[in-house]
């Protein structure tokens, strides 16, 4: 995964609440290997739709969202879409909790930050520091965030949480040994 | 300091391998569910060399992708067959059980697996698809993951969470006839909005839900995403247990006393606390319908759907004029008697046998004025209405009666709603381009479906059965 530190970007809004993963990336293009380039499936059918869509691939690092950015669909292809078209930061006042944990383990970073599109709407370039949990406007207007630890450290590190886990090896074994026998399987699927 | 605890509280809290000061927990997994959507997960996994750790606990189910008409030809579209196949084969390599095309186990995940008995109180289950929320009916703690979390639990059988809040959804009252789970979540999911549970996991409670049935309470679970939650859950009960007993999974003999008892100390204490409660009177829900792109647009079907000019702000103003111009609907129209194109009966939400005999209720000795596909849940169900000669009552109303699978609610095995259409539908998304591009969505109950399907338009079902 790509660490994320510091970004300095050209920024874009899209100030409309309940943007689904569904109009992220259409259901056809999931089949698609990453291969295929996901860029070219950002907001697909939106783009035919409304030619002056603000959210395109390749002109933004910055998208300054509305609330609930991401519900819906678990798809992590909407993160894959969003990241190959250069899309690195998403600012919204909420966002879909499985977006939101997808984003992360792609280097995709979310901010929560309430107005954002009344606060930030003017700039059309952000810097967000991460390590320093700040988004700084052009006229030096400077905006904290909260963000959780765990998922801070991932993404400044640029973390594999796969080998972070197998670390708790020892203890990971213990559990599985002591779980109740109910718990496992008692028999084999059967028609 | 009271030391009751939630349902969610009880199942979190014995499955927490590690937890870091962070607040970073790692969380096991006892049950996970893969179906075609996961090659990317498999892709991760294969990529860095790992292996999946308990093939045991890891099931795959073909669903996504397969087709609605006959199983007797290969599937047509070269890529979904490819998808299906490359779930095969990935099960195969991996030692993991495989409910394929040709199983009699097949259907969609969230029908299937309770149907095996795969879910069970106070399990952690998860899927790379948002509809797991449907396992919490049981009481488990049941979650959608993205293809990197699926990787994540195929080598390692646990997940990095932060605890989430808890939300306690109470509905009160007895539902008036006609009105079914569907039009209580919905009702809500329009309370609390399509972002009213984010970051929080929803335990629903109260006499409306102890009097459902299994399959209203999954129902009910299936769209707690919808309004952004984590997770839904309902305490399990003898409802629960009688539901279970004997499934192929289940617990037998000893085992099972065993599990009934930790089963029966599962719901929440008396007095425990809950970060946010909300309460509805289920007698003051009528059939309810969606109007816009997002399930938080539901209103009475006795309603006339909003008018731009008379909302609060400029913002909330866009919104419905966005939504009304999509869906081809006039501001302030009257709901009931919306001509629709097509009806869609199934989906994890409404595919399951009572879903289907509630719409075949409707339909029986009516002909249908539109086309329609009605698609169960899984083989079971699908066998199970056949005995019961539902297949009969909707081809005889001119409806098809179809394969099991995810069909028309997503629309990737290619049943789309062409562009335009307006479509009367039980499953649980309306959002923008959901049954395919341009489609218009009206979610609504499985009764409710069929009330439309014979009336040619959104139709109150209260008036075509009386």
Same mark, same amino acid.
Not at chain 2, 32 to 50: A, I, N
Not at chain 2, 60 to 78: E, K, Q, T
């Given at each position: 995964?790509?660490?994320?530190?510091?970004?300095?970007?050209?920024?874009?809004?899209?100030?409309?609440?309940?943007?689904?993963?569904?109009?992220?990336?259409?259901?056809?293009?999931?089949?698609?290997?990453?291969?295929?380039?996901?860029?070219?499936?950002?907001?697909?059918?939106?783009?035919?739709?409304?030619?002056?869509?603000?959210?395109?691939?390749?002109?933004?690092?910055?998208?300054?969202?509305?609330?609930?950015?991401?519900?819906?669909?678990?798809?992590?292809?909407?993160?894959?879409?969003?990241?190959?078209?250069?899309?690195?930061?998403?600012?919204?006042?909420?966002?879909?909790?499985?977006?939101?944990?997808?984003?992360?383990?792609?280097?995709?970073?979310?901010?929560?930050?309430?107005?954002?599109?009344?606060?930030?709407?003017?700039?059309?370039?952000?810097?967000?520091?991460?390590?320093?949990?700040?988004?700084?406007?052009?006229?030096?207007?400077?905006?904290?965030?909260?963000?959780?630890?765990?998922?801070?450290?991932?993404?400044?590190?640029?973390?594999?949480?796969?080998?972070?886990?197998?670390?708790?090896?020892?203890?990971?074994?213990?559990?599985?040994?002591?779980?109740?026998?109910?718990?496992?399987?008692?028999?084999?699927?059967?028609? | 300091?009271?030391?009751?605890?939630?349902?969610?509280?009880?199942?979190?809290?014995?499955?927490?391998?590690?937890?870091?000061?962070?607040?970073?927990?790692?969380?096991?997994?006892?049950?996970?569910?893969?179906?075609?959507?996961?090659?990317?997960?498999?892709?991760?996994?294969?990529?860095?060399?790992?292996?999946?750790?308990?093939?045991?606990?890891?099931?795959?189910?073909?669903?996504?992708?397969?087709?609605?008409?006959?199983? +007797?030809?290969? @599937?047509?579209?070269? %890529?979904? &067959?490819?998808?299906? !196949? *490359?779930?095969?084969?990935?099960? =195969? /390599?991996?030692?993991?059980?495989?409910?394929?095309?040709?199983?009699?186990?097949?259907?969609?995940?969230?029908?299937?697996?309770?149907?095996?008995?795969?879910?069970?109180?106070?399990?952690?289950?998860?899927?790379?698809?948002?509809?797991?929320?449907?396992?919490?009916?049981?009481?488990?703690? +049941?979650?959608? @993951?993205?293809?990197? %979390?699926? &990787?994540?639990?195929? !080598? *390692?059988?646990?997940?990095?969470? =932060? /605890?989430?809040?808890?939300?306690?959804?109470?509905?009160?009252?007895?539902?008036?006839?006609?009105?079914?789970?569907?039009?209580?979540?919905?009702?809500?999911?329009?309370?609390?909005?399509?972002?009213?549970?984010?970051?929080?996991?929803?335990?629903?409670?109260?006499?409306?839900?102890?009097?459902?049935?299994?399959?209203?309470?999954?129902?009910?679970?299936?769209?707690?995403?919808?309004?952004?939650?984590?997770?839904?859950?309902?305490?399990?009960?003898?409802?629960?247990?009688?539901?279970?007993?004997?499934?192929?999974?289940?617990?037998?003999?000893?085992?099972?006393?065993?599990?009934?008892?930790?089963?029966?100390?599962?719901?929440?204490?008396?007095?425990?606390?809950?970060?946010?409660?909300?309460?509805?009177?289920?007698?003051?829900?009528?059939?309810?319908?969606?109007?816009?792109?997002?399930?938080?647009?539901?209103?009475?079907?006795?309603?006339?759907?909003?008018?731009?000019?008379?909302?609060?702000?400029?913002?909330?103003?866009?919104?419905?004029?966005?939504?009304?111009?999509?869906?081809?609907?006039?501001?302030?129209?009257?709901?009931?008697?919306?001509?629709?194109?097509?009806?869609?009966?199934?989906?994890?939400?409404?595919?399951?046998?009572?879903?289907?005999?509630?719409?075949?209720?409707?339909?029986?000795?009516?002909?249908?004025?539109?086309?329609?596909?009605?698609?169960?849940?899984?083989?079971?169900?699908?066998?199970?209405?056949?005995?019961?000669?539902?297949?009969?009552?909707?081809?005889?109303?001119?409806?098809?009666?179809?394969?099991?699978?995810?069909?028309?609610?997503?629309?990737?095995?290619?049943?789309?709603?062409?562009?335009?259409?307006?479509?009367?539908?039980?499953?649980?998304?309306?959002?923008?381009?959901?049954?395919?591009?341009?489609?218009?969505?009206?979610?609504?109950?499985?009764?409710?479906?069929?009330?439309?399907?014979?009336?040619?338009?959104?139709?109150?079902?209260?008036?075509?059965?009386?």
């Amino acid at each position: 995964m790509t660490p994320f530190t510091v970004l300095a970007g050209r920024a874009t809004v899209l100030d409309r609440a309940n943007v689904d993963t569904d109009q992220i990336i259409p259901a056809r293009f999931l089949r698609k290997p990453r291969s295929a380039g996901y860029q070219n499936f950002l907001f697909h059918d939106v783009l035919l739709q409304e030619p002056d869509f603000p959210v395109r691939a390749g002109t933004a690092a910055v998208l300054v969202a509305g609330a609930n950015f991401g519900c819906g669909s678990s798809r992590e292809g909407a993160v894959y879409a969003l990241v190959d078209g250069g899309i690195r930061c998403v600012i919204a006042p909420s966002f879909g909790d499985i977006f939101a944990g997808n984003a992360a383990k792609n280097g995709l970073l979310t901010v929560v930050l309430a107005d954002a599109a009344a606060l930030l709407g003017g700039a059309d370039r952000l810097t967000v520091d991460l390590p320093a949990q700040a988004i700084i406007c052009p006229d030096g207007r400077r905006f904290a965030f909260d963000i959780d630890a765990f998922r801070k450290r991932c993404l400044i590190e640029g973390l594999d949480d796969i080998g972070l886990t197998l670390q708790h090896e020892a203890a990971l074994a213990a559990f599985e040994r002591g779980l109740p026998s109910w718990a496992l399987l008692a028999g084999s699927p059967a028609p | 300091m009271s030391d009751a605890r939630t349902l969610f509280d009880k199942v979190w809290n014995a499955r927490v391998v590690v937890a870091r000061e962070d607040g970073a927990c790692l969380l096991w997994i006892d049950r996970h569910l893969v179906h075609e959507g996961s090659f990317h997960g498999f892709g991760m996994l294969d990529h860095s060399g790992r292996r999946v750790r308990r093939p045991d606990l890891t099931f795959a189910i073909a669903d996504h992708y397969v087709p609605s008409h006959s199983r +007797a030809l290969p @599937i047509a579209d070269p %890529e979904a &067959a490819g998808l299906v !196949a *490359t779930l095969r084969e990935n099960a =195969r /390599r991996h030692g993991i059980a495989l409910f394929g095309l040709d199983d009699p186990r097949q259907g969609i995940v969230h029908v299937t697996g309770p149907e095996q008995g795969l879910t069970l109180p106070g399990l952690t289950l998860v899927c790379g698809d948002s509809h797991t929320s449907t396992h919490g009916a049981f009481g488990a703690l +049941a979650f959608g @993951i993205g293809a990197s %979390e699926v &990787a994540h639990v195929l !080598a *390692t059988q646990t997940l990095w969470q =932060r /605890r989430p809040k808890t939300l306690r959804v109470g509905i009160e009252g007895t539902p008036h006839p006609h009105v079914a789970a569907k039009d209580l979540i919905l009702a809500v999911i329009a309370r609390i909005g399509a972002a009213g549970a984010v970051g929080h996991v929803i335990e629903y409670a109260g006499p409306a839900i102890r009097a459902m049935g299994m399959e209203a309470r999954m129902t009910i679970c299936n769209m707690s995403i919808e309004a952004g939650g984590r997770a839904g859950m309902v305490a399990p009960d003898d409802t629960t247990f009688a539901w279970l007993a004997g499934r192929p999974c289940a617990p037998k003999g000893a085992g099972w006393d065993a599990a009934l008892a930790a089963w029966k100390a599962l719901p929440s204490d008396a007095g425990a606390r809950f970060d946010r409660e909300v309460t509805l009177d289920a007698a003051a829900i009528a059939p309810t319908v969606t109007w816009g792109t997002s399930p938080e647009t539901a209103l009475p079907v006795t309603a006339r759907v909003p008018d731009p000019d008379a909302a609060e702000d400029v913002a909330r103003r866009r919104q419905i004029a966005e939504q009304l111009a999509y869906m081809g609907l006039a501001a302030g129209a009257p709901l009931e008697g919306t001509p629709i194109d097509r009806v869609f009966i199934g989906s994890c939400t409404n595919g399951r046998l009572p879903d289907l005999r509630a719409a075949a209720a409707v339909l029986k000795g009516r002909r249908a004025r539109v086309p329609g596909l009605v698609v169960p849940g899984s083989v079971a169900v699908k066998r199970a209405a056949e005995a019961e000669g539902l297949d009969r009552i909707f081809t005889a109303a001119g409806l098809v009666w179809g394969e099991p699978g995810c069909s028309m609610c997503v629309g990737m095995n290619g049943d789309l709603v062409p562009p335009g259409q307006r479509c009367a539908a039980t499953s649980n998304r309306n959002f923008v381009g959901r049954q395919g591009p341009g489609a218009r969505t009206h979610l609504m109950s499985p009764a409710m479906a069929a009330a439309a399907a014979v009336a040619g338009a959104i139709a109150d079902v209260r008036k075509i059965v009386a």
